[in-house]
């Protein structure tokens, strides 16, 4: 899916914020294409850079192995 189709989809901020979250946990974002993706995903859902630091914090979270 792209940016676009994914922001049309979220019709709540709360679903844009889910299709963030879930982008973020299926995208690893180390390479600058993957990061501009991300950058592109959150401008279209209108979300805060702030939000966005924070859903990408909890994706690193859930995707970090258990100690």
Do not use: F, N, Q
């Amino acid at each position: 899916d792209t940016p676009d189709s994914l922001a049309a989809a979220a019709r709540t901020p709360e679903m844009a914020a889910e299709a963030y979250l879930a982008a973020s946990l299926a995208i690893d974002a180390d390479t600058p294409s993957e990061k501009a993706w991300l950058d592109e995903l959150g401008a279209k859902l209108k979300l805060a850079p702030e939000l966005r630091r924070g859903l990408e914090a909890a994706a690193r979270m859930t995707a970090a192995p258990a100690v």
